[in-house]
């Protein structure tokens, strides 16, 4: 039976993804093997010309734990394939470089992760790939910065940090329009928005974050059609073949398993992020959270979202003052609101000063241009406690600073 990507149900899809172990454990053994045998020697030579497919061959071209994993996360986003790789950063540079012939060129929005535009606007100009960064949300500045030589358009579904949405649908129809592949970065949304829905073509995660959900791993991976995964590895042209930033297959087991919570997790993350939210709003902070109704992109978001995970568990306090936002955070820290540390995604409450850490690949001038102050608090809010009493130690550190 074949499910449209309309009715595409990811925590259905999750669940009747089913491995045994050996020996009918209800959960697969993890397999560590670095290198796999051939009972007919003739095979081997089969495999590595194409002729035979399927096998395992060595763990640097597929392993079955990673590819366990990535079955299961390719069901989540309703998509064919999906490969698991050694960190987020090394699924965006795989993925990017995969589709990019020599004097390609990429249209990319302003407001991604700091990694991400520091690859784009430092390193693969030495390869001859040249970016444009536009913001996102004027789409006809993105038409405008379409060449013949544009092969990708990527954004990600919900920025970082200034939790901007993007237009998928729109976006997709531009790629569309222009012979080039919609890439998106889901990190901040898995579940909430499934990106293949609104026409992705190829989507990217840094595992590192709400995966994994328990700060404990660093990991990525890239999600698309069959034949997109397969080409990846391939033995004279895949870039995870060939550049080798392949995922552990311990790795692989953890996040496998961690899957089957994910749906809960987003659930708690985006019900504490909501209340936390509302009682700032009450309080008069100026709180960014795609929750509200205040929010530039909340009606988009609507749109897009699947509605039983809630609106994520991202948020951003605009202080005007750095020096006091900084110290907004070391107290929030000794109050066991928080802790002061990048990353997001942990069952605890993680804060950052963007402007000048995980943004700060971003020149100021770029970072003005993307509306990123140098007071933003980016929060990534935890489930664990008690939401009233986390809100009170906020509120309480605020007043302190602030008045
Ligand atoms: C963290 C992050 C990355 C990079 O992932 P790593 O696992 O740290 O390599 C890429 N994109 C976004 C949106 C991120 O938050």
């Known amino acids: 039976m074949t499910i449209s990507k309309q009715q595409h149900d990811p925590v259905q899809a999750i669940r009747d993804i089913q491995h045994f172990g050996e020996e009918g454990g209800v959960v697969p053994v993890i397999d560590v093997a670095a290198t796999s045998t051939f009972m007919q020697p003739g095979d081997m030579e089969?495999?590595?010309?194409?002729?035979?497919?399927?096998?395992?061959?060595?763990?640097?071209?597929?392993?079955?734990?990673?590819?366990?994993?990535?079955?299961?996360l390719a069901a989540l986003e309703g998509m064919e394939a999906a490969?698991?790789?050694?960190?987020?950063?090394?699924?965006?540079?795989s993925a990017i470089t995969q589709l990019l012939p020599e004097g390609g060129h990429i249209i990319c929005s302003r407001s991604v992760y700091g990694g991400t535009f520091a690859l784009l606007n430092n390193i693969l100009p030495?390869?001859?790939?040249?970016t444009t960064f536009?913001?996102?949300?004027?789409?006809?500045?993105?038409?405008?910065?379409?060449?013949?030589?544009?092969?990708?358009?990527?954004?990600?579904?919900?920025?970082?940090?200034?939790?901007r949405v993007?237009?998928?649908?729109?976006?997709?129809?531009?790629?569309?329009?222009?012979?080039?592949?919609?890439?998106?970065?889901n990190t901040f949304t898995p579940l909430l928005v499934s990106p293949a829905k609104h026409g992705a073509d190829v989507i990217i995660h840094s595992c590192t974050k709400y995966i994994s959900g328990a700060s404990d791993l660093i990991g990525g991976a890239i999600v698309s059609s069959r034949e997109f995964i397969d080409s990846l590895i391939d033995l004279n042209n895949g870039m995870v073949m060939l550049a080798g930033p392949v995922m552990d297959s311990r790795v692989a087991h953890e996040l496998y398993h961690r899957l089957d919570h994910l749906p809960i997790r987003m659930q708690a993350h985006s019900h504490a992020a909501d209340f936390m939210a509302r009682g700032m709003v009450e309080a008069g902070i100026p709180v960014t959270y795609p929750g509200l109704s205040s929010h530039p992109d909340h009606a988009l978001l609507k749109s897009l979202m699947n509605p039983e995970f809630g609106f994520g568990g991202m948020m951003a306090v605009n202080l005007s003052d750095p020096v006091k936002a900084v110290e907004l955070a070391r107290r929030l820290q000794l109050e066991k609101f928080g802790l002061y540390a990048v990353s997001l995604g942990f069952s605890r409450t993680l804060m950052t000063c963007s402007a000048a850490t995980t943004s700060s690949e971003i020149p100021p001038e770029e970072q003005k241009k993307m509306n990123l102050s140098p007071g933003l608090l980016r929060m990534s809010i935890g489930f664990t406690g008690n939401d009233r009493v986390m809100l009170q130690r906020f509120l309480s550190c605020y007043r302190e600073i602030f008045g």
């Open 46 to 72: 089969k495999a590595f010309h194409g002729e035979i497919h399927g096998c395992y061959l060595y763990s640097r071209h597929s392993n079955p734990s990673v590819v366990m994993f990535g079955q299961k």
């Open 83 to 93: 490969i698991g790789v050694g960190s987020g950063m090394a699924a965006v540079h």
């Open 126 to 130: 030495r390869f001859g790939i040249q």
């Open 134 to 163: 536009v913001n996102m949300d004027d789409l006809a500045a993105v038409e405008k910065a379409i060449t013949p030589r544009t092969k990708v358009l990527y954004t990600e579904t919900m920025s970082n940090p200034m939790l």
């Open 166 to 185: 993007a237009d998928l649908p729109r976006l997709s129809a531009l790629a569309r329009k222009a012979g080039a592949k919609l890439v998106v970065d």
